[in-house]
C-alpha cells in the first residue's frame, strides 16, 4: 500500500507544456489511493482541459477566485483548500510561478492556495534549458527549498524546444515515487524494525483438542499497523485469529503454539529495535500430548499441565537496545501486578488492561490503558478503538527509542 493512500493532494498546475503530463499523473495519485483537488492557474487552462482533470480527480477544477455557477457567485476558499490537503504537489512548476511563490506574489489561486498550506509542499520544475539554468531560476529554488518545500528535480533530455538539457518535468512515475520515497523517510520509524506478537496460542491435548483463550489478536495487529503506517519494518508474529493486514507492509508469521512463537520470536529478536508482546500465550501446556483423540470415559479426566516458556521474559533477559513492551491483562491489584511483571520481566514500558473496565479486553474492539513506563510514571487513557491506543502506544515509546 502507498503511504499516499488516504492522503488529500492538492495538485497546483501552471502554464508550462508539461502540464500534459499532469493527466497521468492525477491518474497515479488516485491510482495510490489519494483523493486528489486540482488547482490550475488561468494560463495552464490552455495547455490541459480542466474536463480531462476533474474527471480524472473526480472533484471540480479550480483556476479562479470567484466560480460563476449560474445566478450564483462562489468563493474558492484558497484557506479551506489549504487546510484541506495533507500535501501540495506543483508540477509542472514554471519559472514565473516558482518566482511568485518565493516572493509570495498572490495573485493567482494557486499561490494564494500556496501560502495558505500548512502541509509538505513539492515543486517539479519544468522550463526551458538556459531558463532552468537562469540564477534567477535558482535563486528561487533556492529559496523556496530554505522555506521548507522540496524541490523534485527537473529531468536532461530533449526540451519542447527542441533543445538538449536539464529543464524537463520529472515523469508522473518518477513524482509520485519520489514523493512516496521522501514521505516514508521522513516517518518516525523509518529504517526501524518493530516486532509485535498478537492473539492467543493453542496447546495441543490430541489431535482434535486444544488449550486457548479467548484473545482476537485485535490488539496485535492495529499496533503492527500502526508501527507500518509509522514506516517500520513490521514482523508480526500471531496465532490462530481471523484479523488480516493484507495489502500493508507487515510481514506476518502464523503459529500455533506458545513454542512455535518463541521460536519466531527468536529468529527475529535481534534485529529490531522494538518488540511489543500482545500476544495472550497460554501459561501452560499439556505435559504430554495424546497421540490419538482421547476418548470419552465415565471416570474424570485429569490433564497434567507443564508451564510455557514465558516469551516475553526471555525478550527481557536477551534485551540489548531494544525497547520492550508488555501487556499486563488483570482483574484486581492492576497497577501492583502490572508493575511487578514490568520489573520481572525487565521492560521498557508496559500497557495495563483491567477487566474490571467497561469496553477493554478480549474480542472488543475498544480498550482503556494505563501505560506504566521505566521511571513507573502512569500514563491513563480514556476508552478509545483499538486503533487509537495503538497510535497512544506509539507515541509514549517514539521519544524513548534510540536513533
Ligand atoms: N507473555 C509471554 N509469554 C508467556 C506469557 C505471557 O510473552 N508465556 C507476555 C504477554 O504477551 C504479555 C505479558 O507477558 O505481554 C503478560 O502476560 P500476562 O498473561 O498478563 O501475565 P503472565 O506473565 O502470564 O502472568 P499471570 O498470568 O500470572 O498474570
Redesign the pocket.
Known amino acids: 500500500m502507498s503511504v499516499l493512500s488516504g492522503k488529500n493532494i492538492l495538485l497546483g498546475i501552471t502554464a508550462g507544456i508539461a502540464a500534459y503530463k499532469t493527466a497521468h499523473l492525477t491518474r497515479l495519485l488516485i491510482k495510490a489511493g489519494a483523493q486528489v483537488k486540482v488547482v490550475m492557474t488561468p494560463k495552464a487552462k490552455e495547455f490541459v482541459t480542466p474536463l480531462t482533470l476533474s474527471t480524472l480527480s473526480k472533484n471540480p477544477v479550480l483556476s479562479e477566485f470567484v466560480t460563476k455557477d449560474q445566478e450564483n457567485e462562489l468563493w474558492n476558499s484558497h484557506v479551506d483548500l489549504g487546510l484541506w490537503a495533507d500535501y501540495m504537489l506543483i508540477a509542472p512548476a514554471t519559472a514565473n510561478t516558482l518566482s511568485k511563490m518565493a516572493k509570495g506574489t498572490a495573485d493567482n489561486l494557486l499561490i494564494a492556495t500556496y501560502l495558505s498550506a500548512k502541509c509538505p509542499v513539492y515543486v517539479a520544475p519544468a522550463m526551458d534549458l538556459d531558463m532552468y539554468k537562469h540564477p534567477t531560476t535558482k535563486d528561487s529554488l533556492a529559496k523556496l527549498s530554505s522555506f521548507g518545500n522540496t524541490v523534485i528535480p527537473a529531468e536532461s533530455g530533449e526540451l519542447a524546444s527542441g533543445l538538449f538539457g536539464a529543464g524537463r518535468m520529472a515523469e508522473p512515475e518518477t513524482i509520485v515515487s519520489f514523493i512516496e520515497k521522501h514521505i516514508m523517510a521522513s516517518l518516525p520509524l523509518f529504517g526501524k524494525k518493530v516486532l509485535i506478537?498478537a492473539g492467543p496460542t493453542y496447546e495441543a491435548i490430541d489431535p482434535i483438542r486444544f488449550i486457548g483463550n479467548h484473545s482476537s489478536g485485535k490488539m496485535g495487529f492495529e499496533l503492527a499497523k500502526r508501527a507500518a503506517n509509522l514506516g517500520a519494518e513490521v514482523v508480526l508474529i500471531t496465532g490462530p485469529t481471523s484479523q488480516s493486514c493484507e495489502g500493508l507492509p507487515i510481514q506476518r508469521i502464523d503459529v500455533v503454539s506458545?513454542r512455535q512463537m518463541y521460536d519466531a520470536v527468536f529468529e527475529h529478536f535481534d534485529t529490531v529495535s522494538i518488540a511489543i508482546?500482545?500476544?495472550?500465550?497460554a501459561?501452560y501446556k499439556p505435559k504430554n500430548v495424546a497421540l490419538q483423540k482421547i476418548k470419552k470415559s465415565e471416570t474424570s479426566l485429569l490433564i497434567e499441565l507443564s508451564p510455557?516458556?514465558?516469551?516475553?521474559a526471555a525478550m527481557g533477559n536477551a534485551k540489548g537496545k531494544q525497547y520492550l513492551v508488555?501487556?499486563?491483562?488483570?482483574t484486581e491489584n492492576e497497577l501492583v501486578?502490572a508493575l511487578g511483571?514490568l520489573e520481572r520481566?525487565n521492560l521498557d514500558c508496559i500497557v495495563l488492561n483491567s477487566l474490571q473496565d467497561k469496553g477493554a479486553g478480549f474480542k472488543k474492539d475498544t480498550n482503556k490503558i494505563t501505560l506504566i513506563d521505566k521511571s513507573k510514571k502512569n500514563h491513563e487513557f480514556a476508552l478509545k478503538s483499538k486503533a487509537a491506543v495503538a497510535v497512544d502506544i506509539f507515541n509514549l515509546i517514539i521519544p524513548n527509542i534510540d536513533a
Open positions: 506478537t506458545a508482546a500482545a500476544a495472550a500465550v501459561d510455557t516458556q514465558d516469551i516475553l508488555g501487556f499486563a491483562l488483570e501486578n511483571k520481566k
